[in-house]
């Protein structure tokens, strides 16, 4: 399994951004999808998961209201649309699988870097 993320880029304060990641196999086959960030000197923390099975999504608070994670199931894809970006979103993302049985995948990461 292969999670490919794209759509990082340097932005401004108040700036909106969709980052994208396509899978190598039907999304739909994982338990979880979700989107992580590592900000530099940092550990990695959530995002926002989305459960496979009836959509229920968890949202970090420090990014409820302002981030979305959509799906494409024809593509393979899920979508993280990030808008009222802000200097402490710079991070790294990565996206996330777990499989049926527990397996985890990580994606290379896409880098979002806001400038205030």
């Known amino acids: 399994v292969q999670l490919v993320e794209s759509g990082g880029a340097l932005v401004q304060t108040g700036s909106s951004l969709k980052l994208s990641c396509a899978a190598s196999r039907n999304i739909f086959n994982f338990n979880r999808m979700g989107w992580y960030r590592q900000a530099p000197g940092k550990q990695r923390e959530l995002v926002v998961t989305i459960v496979s099975d009836g959509g229920s999504t968890n949202y970090a608070d420090s990014v409820k209201g302002r981030f979305t994670i959509s799906r494409d199931s024809a593509k393979n894809t899920i979508y993280l649309a990030m808008d009222s970006l802000k200097p402490e979103d710079t991070a790294t993302y990565f996206c996330?699988?777990?499989?049926?049985?527990?397996?985890?995948?990580w994606g290379r990461g896409t880098l979002v870097t806001v400038s205030s």
């Open positions: 996330n699988a777990v499989g049926r049985y527990g397996m985890v995948t």
